[in-house]
């Protein structure tokens, strides 16, 4: 008697993976197309002084990357939240590129004689805080 050999379930089999893996290829693909790659901007490194002089505070860029003029400064005086953006007039920009450098200065000048105040630099594009105090 002659066994006879049933070869009909490896190709179910290989018919089953092929089919699996044409599916996921074209999800991954559907995917990358379709879903946009979102990339994390870091935060910038930066060095920043503050100091109160004659009724102005006064922030200092002492070292690191350059902060655009995106970025903002969340005052509080006294309890009153104040927001001052990172731009002219507030900002003594020396090289005129719109950017806070090394050196450069914020000056926001207001009444706060015996008053506390609490300084909040905020990057805009990379949602960070980069100085308090």
């Known amino acids: 008697m002659k066994s006879?050999?049933?070869?009909?379930a490896i190709s179910e089999i290989l018919?089953?993976?092929l089919l699996l893996g044409i599916a996921i290829g074209l999800f991954s693909?559907?995917?990358s197309i379709t879903i946009p790659t979102q990339t994390?901007?870091?935060s910038p490194s930066v060095t920043i002084f503050g100091y109160i002089q004659n009724e102005n505070i006064i922030l200092e860029h002492y070292?690191?990357?350059s902060i655009s003029t995106d970025s903002y400064i969340l005052?509080?005086?006294?309890?009153n939240n104040t927001r001052v953006n990172i731009s002219t007039p507030f900002?003594?920009?020396i090289n005129n590129n719109n950017e806070w450098d090394l050196g450069e200065k914020i000056l926001y000048d207001t009444e706060i004689q015996g008053l506390q105040v609490e300084a909040t630099v905020v990057n805009q594009p990379s949602n960070s805080i980069l100085f308090t105090g």
């Open 75 to 79: 005052l509080e005086i006294c309890g």
């Open 29 to 31: 693909v559907v995917y």
């Open 15 to 17: 018919s089953t993976v």
């Open 91 to 93: 900002l003594s920009d």
């Open 63 to 65: 070292g690191g990357e």
């Open 40 to 42: 994390v901007q870091s």
């Open 4 to 8: 006879k050999r049933n070869d009909s």
